[in-house]
């Protein structure tokens, strides 16, 4: 069987981004978010599919689509949490940057709160973040975000993870950002 080399990539969806089957209500499957060149990716698929994936996530959690009924809680938690825990483990600025600004976004769903922690002098400073709804809490690297980084970071994490309509709507899939010029002001 040849490997799928173009998968539907982005938030949530009702298909496997592998072999395009609708997920069933209730079943569980991977939502996996992939460390592709310097870009992350986000892929769901189905249990066949991830087995079949290059190789292994850079974070993964199983999920299920809920019935009608539960759907506003598209967003899940639980990708959230697992993909903060690699993010914060992961040592690198960007990634430190992307792990900050995302415990933030959840203090702003109400659910987690962030604890600034006691830093070390010319460290990076710390927080730990302690979920509402059970999950483990855990450090994160919360270094200072410059009002010019927060955009493109925010919008990562729009991609990433169904944040929802705050603010403005999500850019498709296959938007890439615009060529930034900053001459003809
Ligand atoms: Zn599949």
């Known amino acids: 069987m040849a490997i799928r080399t173009e998968w539907r990539i982005g938030k949530k969806g009702q298909l496997c981004a592998g072999c395009g089957k609708v997920f069933p209500f209730d079943v569980p499957f991977h939502s996996a978010i992939w460390l592709e060149g310097e870009a992350f990716l986000r892929r769901d698929l189905c249990e066949a599919c991830y087995g079949a994936a290059p190789g292994p996530p850079f974070s ?11 759907q506003k809680r598209a967003f899940d938690l639980g990708l959230a949490a697992e993909f903060l825990r690699r993010l914060a483990a992961d040592g690198t600025a960007e990634r430190a940057a992307l792990a900050h600004l995302l415990a933030l976004l959840l203090v702003r769903k109400r659910l987690v709160r962030v604890i600034d922690l006691p830093a070390a002098a010319g460290a990076v400073p710390r927080a730990r973040v302690e979920f509402h709804d059970g999950h483990e809490a855990l450090e994160i690297p919360a270094p200072p975000l410059s009002e010019e980084d927060i955009p493109g970071l925010r919008e990562q994490l729009g991609r990433l993870l169904d944040f929802g309509p705050e603010g403005k709507p999500e850019p498709s899939v296959s938007a890439r950002p615009e060529e930034s010029s900053s001459t003809g002001e």
């Open 60 to 70: 993964h959690w199983r999920t299920t689509i809920p019935r009608p009924e539960d």
